[in-house]
């Protein structure tokens, strides 16, 4: 899981920073894997090879849409949703964000590496 701390500016003109969350569990990374043809590391070496946008931009909307929730006020959770998902897509931190991700393969990589589980 990671936490992004993101300024933005919002739709009345006010500057804020939130913290947002992202998380894949081994069961959306199996479900991810199977959606994908090939798996998850064959897809991304192609549309990096590839150098397709579209595929790029539409694989990175997925993921961070996917990856991202709440967690529960007792820790135990990690809430996701359509509604939810839609709410962050619909705000300027995720235009943030994806415009980051999409320009910066650095700060890709990091964040993939971020949302994935890791043993221990």
């Given at each position: 899981m990671i936490k992004k701390v993101i300024s933005f500016i919002d739709y009345?003109?006010?500057?804020?920073?939130e913290d947002f969350y992202f998380?894949?569990?081994?069961?959306?990374?199996?479900e991810l894997q199977a959606s994908i043809g090939g798996g998850l590391d064959k897809f991304i070496k192609q549309i990096v090879k590839e150098r397709d946008p579209e595929k790029i931009v539409?694989?990175?909307?997925?993921?961070?849409?996917?990856?991202?929730?709440?967690?529960?006020?007792?820790?135990?959770?990690?809430?996701k949703s359509?509604?939810?998902?839609?709410?962050?897509?619909?705000?300027e931190a995720y235009v943030k964000l994806f415009t980051e991700l999409a320009?910066?393969?650095d700060k890709a990589a990091e964040f993939v590496n971020g949302i994935i589980p890791h043993e221990g």
């Open positions: 009345d003109g006010n500057e804020r920073e998380n894949l569990n081994n069961a959306e990374i199996i539409g694989f990175f909307k997925k993921l961070v849409l996917m990856a991202y929730g709440r967690k529960s006020l007792d820790g135990r959770r990690f809430e359509e509604e939810l998902s839609k709410d962050f897509e619909q705000t320009t910066d393969a």
